[in-house]
């Protein structure tokens, strides 16, 4: 299985950017997709979420700036930033819940992409 990150990088206070992330491989059906980040010197916290039936969650400090959502066929899961502030910087990680082809319940990190927000 493989996790392919992209969108990240360099951006101005109050600009938006959007990440994709696309999963490939020996893939049944994924469960829930989501997204995490972190800060250095700091623990990898949750961003947001969104279930195979559309349900999302999202940590209250990006609640009205970042809209998750995902596209089944492709298998991909994106995250809108919007009114990005500096404390959104950090290594953004995608991470999915899936069943394999094999009928095994896993789960999978991608390998994060940088964002970073300054003037």
């Known amino acids: 299985v493989q996790l392919q990150a992209s969108g990240g990088g360099l951006v101005q206070p109050g600009g938006s950017l959007r990440l994709s992330c696309a999963a490939s491989?020996?893939?049944?059906?994924?469960?829930?997709m989501g997204w995490y980040r972190q800060a250095p010197g700091k623990q990898r916290d949750l961003v947001a979420t969104?279930?195979?039936?559309?349900?999302?969650n999202y940590a209250d400090s990006v609640k009205g700036r970042f809209t998750i959502s995902r596209d089944n066929a492709k298998n991909t899961v994106y995250l809108q930033m919007n009114s990005l502030k500096p404390e959104d910087t950090a290594v953004y990680y995608c991470?999915?819940?899936?069943?394999?082809?094999?009928?095994?319940?896993?789960?999978?990190w991608g390998q994060g992409t940088q964002v970073t927000v300054s003037s």
């Open positions: 991470n999915i819940d899936f069943i394999s082809g094999d009928g095994i319940r896993l789960g999978y």
């Open positions: 491989g020996s893939i049944f059906s994924i469960n829930a």
């Open positions: 969104i279930t195979s039936g559309g349900t999302t």
